[in-house]
């Protein structure tokens, strides 16, 4: 019995999810359609068990960064303070706007992920400036086509060149546009053969094990 339920059991829920999706996919049936919206809404409730338990063991993991004095335990107090505030103030006053949730959400939640992406563009220049080397012919034809790029959307691409904007939009249009729909194509094959591994059994990394 421990023995089903640790192997089989999942294995026979995963198959006959991903089932029922495909086929509410691809008929009208009513019956099979709420079946698979009601599936939906039990996806949302396992993933807010998940975020709980997501926060339980930050915490677990947290106190003990603290106890044992390990590097940066400092900074795992702030963590756990503004974890307990906004999780009990969202409990016990909501999560509308006037709230303590959502001060702590507008005056310092937003800010500091605002700061997080702008420190990002930094990185991404970065990275751009050690990808456009121009030491192969791919690199080159990089560097030009961003260079390209870039002008073409600021207004002294137009005064270099006025026909730069167009060419900067052909290029985003028909090249870039053609490479993105080959990579989405390849991406939702490869996603379609992951879910039918799912379904058949095959992939089962996620009970834990190979």
Same mark, same amino acid.
């Given at each position: 019995?421990?023995?089903?339920?640790?192997?089989?059991?999942?294995?026979?829920?995963?198959?006959? /999810?991903?089932?029922? =999706?495909?086929?509410?996919?691809?008929? *009208?049936?009513?019956?099979?359609?709420?079946?698979?919206?009601?599936?939906?809404? $039990?996806?949302?409730?396992?993933?807010?068990?998940?975020?709980?338990?997501?926060?339980?063991?930050?915490?677990?993991?947290? @106190?003990?960064?603290?106890?044992?004095?390990?590097?940066? $335990?400092?900074?795992? @107090?702030?963590?756990?303070?503004?974890?307990?505030?906004?999780?009990?103030?969202?409990?016990?006053?909501?999560?509308?706007?006037?709230?303590?949730?959502?001060?702590?959400?507008?005056? =310092?939640?937003?800010?500091?992920?605002?700061?997080?992406?702008?420190?990002?563009?930094?990185? +991404?220049? *970065? /990275?751009?400036?050690?990808?456009?080397? /121009?030491?192969?012919?791919?690199?080159?034809?990089?560097?030009?086509?961003?260079?390209?790029?870039?002008?073409?959307?600021?207004?002294?691409?137009? @005064? +270099?060149? *006025? %026909?730069?904007?167009?060419?900067?939009?052909?290029? =985003?249009? %028909?090249?870039?546009?053609?490479?993105?729909?080959?990579?989405?194509?390849?991406?939702?094959?490869?996603?379609?053969?992951?879910?039918?591994?799912? @379904?058949?059994?095959?992939?089962?990394?996620?009970?834990?094990?190979?």
């Amino acid at each position: 019995m421990t023995s089903f339920l640790g192997k089989q059991l999942p294995l026979l829920v995963a198959f006959f /999810a991903g089932v029922t =999706m495909v086929i509410a996919f691809f008929t *009208s049936e009513q019956t099979i359609s709420n079946f698979a919206q009601d599936q939906l809404v $039990w996806v949302t409730i396992v993933g807010g068990f998940a975020l709980m338990l997501g926060a339980v063991s930050i915490t677990t993991v947290s @106190i003990n960064h603290i106890k044992q004095r390990k590097e940066g $335990w400092q900074y795992r @107090i702030p963590l756990l303070v503004f974890l307990a505030l906004t999780l009990g103030s969202a409990i016990l006053e909501g999560t509308e706007q006037g709230t303590m949730y959502d001060w702590v959400f507008q005056k =310092m939640y937003t800010p500091m992920d605002s700061t997080m992406f702008s420190l990002l563009a930094f990185f +991404i220049a *970065s /990275a751009a400036y050690r990808a456009f080397r /121009a030491r192969t012919i791919e690199a080159t034809i990089l560097l030009i086509t961003a260079t390209i790029v870039m002008l073409g959307r600021v207004p002294m691409g137009r @005064i +270099i060149f *006025s %026909y730069l904007p167009q060419v900067t939009d052909w290029i =985003m249009n %028909y090249p870039n546009l053609s490479v993105q729909r080959g990579i989405i194509i390849g991406a939702a094959l490869g996603a379609a053969s992951m879910s039918l591994r799912i @379904i058949l059994g095959v992939e089962r990394t996620y009970l834990g094990r190979s």
